[in-house]
């Protein structure tokens, strides 16, 4: 059971979560949590500010401070990480620099005060807790600061030293997110990682079901936040799930199916204000249904970068030639588009792009444009669906939302679009009337 930072954000929440799982105390539940709501994004700031040279900010370890004391929380508790937060960013601002070791190795922290906080909280309620950092039930990652994953083989590392330091008659409560490389450093596996750390450790265990509590009732056809018609979805399949998670839906981190598929564990997504509504369970085999279009999501702040030369469209191996430099430069692609004479690619990774630019300036006039959002409808049966595409690209026309690339698979999953940053509230409801709301 993964409760997210929404979830752990206060003393009002935790008791919601502390209702949660005392009444599934008998299935044996390992909880899984975040950082209380905001408390990584106040160490990465504190960070920062230090790595540029600004006197200490405590309003991180203030709020972390108020949250532990209103659960009645003794102050020692968090003394010796609060120490150690203080430490590390005198250690930053001496040195004005932040590099993505020191990033993972205060973002820690917050994991760190949750479930110490938490575990506490619950064993004076009468719920036999005990607080785990991650490393010491087993847990080892490769070297990837800010998206490190498990070594190979982790899985059963992990069910050794559950077993061993776990006594079954108490709830673990583990920190989500944080790791430790093997030689001890801490590691992240990047941001909302706390859902990957969930399903590494329920496929590890051989769970019957991993639990995503959020704020949501499940999986939304849209983001609720711009759409109040959103529904929630009853079932998807872990491919469909996956496409969604990856274009940017809130909900999943996107490598946290990845585990459950390979162990073929269902994952529930559940609501920690509505615990009886029964969320969306993404599995292997969902019924079967009719409607081609599952969800809406989309992911903004992205660069679209276009390569023309006239001369591209008599040679070969130019599409070769692009790729080569982008994965010299390790930048993760997402869409892709081909024209005879040009090739556009859409990346998050701006610096990325910036880097390999002028590589690329070799082999054509390169452009690149910001503040692009990819629009991906995603769902089972699109691509055999007639007239999907029409609907698609007549609801973004009637929002008056200019397409500036597309791509379509023929087994895809999804069709995405990519449209500009300031439209996507006018294309996303339109869409969602579209494809939602008019039998
Ligand atoms: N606390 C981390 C973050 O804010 C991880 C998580 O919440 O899943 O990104
Ligand atoms: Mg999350």
Redesign the pocket.
Known sequence: MKF??SSVANREQIEKVLAIVRSRATLRPVVVS??HKGV??GLIDAARSAAAGHEPDEAVIERQREIAASLGCAPELLEPLFCQIRDLLRGIRLVRELSPRSLDYISSF??RMSVRVIADFFAREGLAARAYDTWTLGFVTDDNFGRARPVQGNAQTVRIAFAKEVPADIVPVIT??VGKNTRGEITTLG?????LTASLFGAALEAKEVQIWSDTNGVMTADPSLVGSAKSIATMRFDEAAELAYFGSRVLHPATLIPAMASDIPVRVLNTNRPDHPGTVISANPPPKSEPVTSIAYKEDQTILTIRDPRMFEQVGFLARVFAILSEHQVVLDMVATSEVSVSVTSHDREGLDRARDELSALGTVELSLGKTILAVVGRNIHGARGIGARVMRAIAEADVNVQMHSFGMSSNNMSLVIDDADIGRAVTNLHRELFEEA
């Open positions: 997210g930072g975040s950082a990584t994004d917050g994991e989500g997110f941001r909302n990682g706390s859902d």
